[in-house]
């Protein structure tokens, strides 16, 4: 009897583990070719700053919207995994960029750097200004799985860095991930939630408050 080793998550792969989406999964085998192909034609426009038109899209993989729809779902699915895709690995060079530090002052670090990096990325801007009420909709609810994704993000790293029992028990590890996600995304996205300018030095602060770093 052969015995299968489930490898343990890590910040790229928490969220997706926690959230997957009928996309997401098409995608993580090599049975739907199509379906991978039409998600890197997509990832490539949003990137190069355009908006993904489906119309658009399956002209260029030289089909009809029929078969794109079947191969990845609607246009809300293929730009929620779209930008799931940019998210993991900013994540991981947050990661990468604040090895040095532990407990909830990495927590702070990692999270500082992925506000600043979306505030920085251009393309992401871009998408920000084109659909503002698609794109809060997409981030910043339960619609999409990209907030739960966020949030099981955050929750890995507050149980990795904080244990079970995060700022002396004061609140779980759950609890403690949605505060911290949607604090990120009140800066990140202040612009289009309050018309102030977004920060990324305003939300290191606040998460340093947060998470008692400097008590």
Not at 62 to 73: C, E, K, M, P, Q
Not at 93 to 121: M, N, P, S, W
Not at 148 to 172: F, K, M, N, Q, S
């Amino acid at each position: 009897m052969t015995s299968t080793t489930v490898a343990p998550p890590t910040i790229a792969t928490a969220g997706l583990d926690a959230a997957p989406s009928w996309l997401s999964e098409r995608m993580g085998g090599a049975s739907h070719p199509d379906a991978v192909r039409a998600f890197d034609a997509a990832r490539e426009t949003f990137i190069a700053g355009r908006r993904i038109d489906m119309g658009s899209l399956a002209a260029s993989l030289g089909v009809d919207r029929t078969s794109l729809f079947r191969w990845v779902g609607n246009r809300d699915a293929l730009l929620s995994e779209v930008l799931w895709s940019l998210a993991m690995p900013t994540l991981v060079q947050a990661e990468h960029a604040t090895e040095e530090l532990a407990g909830g002052e990495r927590i702070a670090g990692i999270l500082t750097h992925f506000v600043d990096d979306l505030i920085t990325a251009d393309y992401f801007r871009e998408f920000l200004r084109r659909e503002p009420a698609r794109a809060l909709r997409l981030l910043t609810t339960k619609e999409s799985p990209i907030q739960r994704r966020y949030v099981a993000t955050a929750e890995w790293l507050v149980r990795r860095e904080l244990g079970e029992a995060p700022l002396g028990g004061a609140i779980d590890p759950a609890g403690l991930a949605y505060l911290l996600v949607r604090m990120s995304e009140s800066f990140t996205y202040a612009d289009l939630i309050s018309g102030d300018p977004p920060r990324s030095d305003r939300a290191r602060v606040a998460f340093r408050l947060l998470l008692r770093v400097d008590d």
